[in-house]
């Protein structure tokens, strides 16, 4: 596509539900990252695929959060669990490579645990 | 630690006027750093990207400057639009290694008013 898509744009959940975000990066970007935005607070790191290498989980909060990229496109956060500290925008982002300049955000997936 | 710095944390200006939001960084290894522009809703849109040799980048109305010596960072608004209103982020990329991380600042919320 021409932009990175996020789906869904929005999401309710009860805390202790399940979840899964998806991000569909654009094509032929090799690097794909998720970020979480909490309500008047930075963008935090969770995780960042490169290519077949192995991903840098090291910014997920919890084991409750976990993230697959399948076939080097689309990629799926997950939390389970949920947890109402669990809200915020998660955003996705991917470029062409790693160190490119091309990052391009998707418009994100604004999650509420009530 | 690396830490990025906003200031102010939110801004409200007349329609027409011109306006500085401040960046301060410590990040290393640094690699380069970028403005975004991030409307309500969306996700964060690059409006300028400078790597450490760069001081000065414009893109139309909005002029960025770079210190690398300082770590500081300005975004500059010439004569603002109501459609500038929106969320301002300093984004320094982390060098070096397999990952670049972007580090974000919390952003600058601006709000011009007719």
């Known amino acids: 596509g021409a932009g990175v898509s996020q789906s869904p744009s929005n999401k309710v959940t009860e805390k202790g539900k399940d979840v899964e975000l998806r991000c569909d990066p654009i094509?032929?970007?090799?690097?794909l990252y998720w970020y979480r935005q909490s309500l008047g607070q930075g963008l935090e790191f969770l995780i960042y695929?490169?290519?077949?290498?192995?991903?840098?989980k090291s910014g997920l909060p919890s084991d409750r959060f976990s993230a697959e990229r399948t076939g080097g496109s689309v990629s799926t956060l997950t939390i389970q669990r949920t947890q109402q500290e669990d809200s915020a925008v998660y955003l996705c982002?991917?470029?062409?490579?790693?160190?490119?300049?091309?990052?391009?955000f998707g418009s994100g997936t604004r999650l509420t645990v009530v | 630690k690396n830490q990025v710095e906003q200031s102010p944390q939110s801004l409200i200006i007349l329609e027409g006027k011109n306006c500085t939001l401040q960046?301060?960084?410590?990040?290393?290894?640094?690699?380069?750093l970028r403005w975004y522009k991030q409307d309500t809703g969306r996700g964060p849109v690059s409006l300028t990207i400078?790597?450490?040799?760069?001081n000065t980048k414009s893109n139309g109305r909005y002029t960025a400057t770079l210190d690398a010596d300082t770590k500081q960072s300005s975004l500059h608004i010439t004569a603002s639009q109501l459609s500038d209103s929106a969320s301002y982020i300093c984004?320094?990329?982390?060098?070096?290694?397999?990952?670049?991380?972007?580090?974000f600042g919390t952003g600058t919320l601006l709000a011009v008013q007719p």
């Open positions: 982002a991917s470029s062409p490579q790693s160190g490119a300049r091309g990052y391009t």
């Open positions: 094509s032929g970007h090799t690097a």
């Open positions: 695929f490169q290519g077949n290498s192995a991903p840098d």
């Open positions: 960046c301060n960084y410590t990040v290393s290894p640094f690699s380069n």
């Open positions: 400078m790597t450490f040799s760069e």
């Open positions: 984004v320094v990329i982390l060098g070096g290694g397999a990952t670049n991380k972007l580090i």
